[in-house]
């Protein structure tokens, strides 16, 4: 119940930070499901990983700090700098920006590519949100690979 109330307060202090006006907008459209998801996408021309923090899928028995995969991802999205498009002028500069961040702010240990896919994060319903975490995980850590590769 605790994580419930979380995560409610985390979606009004996001549609507060969108605006009245667009919040209020797309909350009364989608019903008040989903409205995160769909204000990032809206902001960001791209979909961002609706994910609030909540930390029930936690802990991970492999140690991926899944919350803070999810927050980096959509923060470098929501920044437009991900390094995805080598014909960007600025994909280079980016691409070491991108991992040096991704480096510092999560251990090594607790990246994606230490996913199995054992699905305990999705056990019992327990993100509130219908992530499918592990494919998320499996998506970031692909693009983490090919940005690394260069």
Same mark, same amino acid.
């Given at each position: 119940?605790?994580?419930?109330?979380?995560?409610?307060?985390?979606?009004?202090?996001?549609?507060?930070?969108? #605006?009245?006006?667009?919040?209020?907008?797309?909350? /009364?459209?989608?019903? #008040?499901?989903?409205?995160?998801?769909? /204000?990032?996408?809206?902001?960001?021309?791209?979909?961002?990983?609706?994910?609030?923090?909540?930390?029930?899928?936690?802990?991970?028995?492999?140690? /991926?700090?899944?919350?803070?995969?999810?927050?980096?991802?959509?923060?470098?999205?929501?920044?437009?700098?991900?390094?995805?498009?080598?014909?960007?002028?600025?994909?280079?500069?980016?691409?070491?920006?991108?991992?040096?961040?991704?480096?510092?702010?999560?251990?090594?240990?607790?990246?994606?590519?230490?996913?199995? #896919?054992?699905?305990?994060?999705?056990?019992?319903?327990?993100?509130?949100?219908?992530?499918?975490?592990?494919?998320?995980?499996?998506?970031?850590?692909?693009?983490?690979?090919?940005?690394?590769?260069?």
């Amino acid at each position: 119940m605790k994580n419930r109330q979380d995560n409610d307060l985390s979606r009004r202090s996001f549609l507060k930070m969108v #605006g009245a006006g667009t919040a209020a907008t797309l909350f /009364v459209a989608c019903g #008040g499901k989903k409205v995160e998801k769909l /204000v990032k996408t809206q902001l960001t021309g791209e979909e961002a990983i609706p994910c609030t923090g909540c930390q029930n899928c936690m802990p991970c028995p492999y140690g /991926v700090d899944i919350a803070g995969i999810f927050q980096h991802y959509n923060q470098w999205k929501a920044n437009g700098k991900m390094p995805e498009n080598k014909d960007d002028a600025n994909w280079a500069e980016n691409r070491r920006s991108y991992l040096i961040s991704l480096d510092r702010t999560i251990s090594r240990e607790r990246q994606p590519d230490h996913c199995i #896919g054992c699905n305990h994060c999705m056990e019992d319903d327990k993100c509130p949100n219908e992530i499918r975490i592990p494919r998320e995980l499996q998506h970031i850590d692909e693009l983490i690979e090919q940005t690394r590769r260069g």
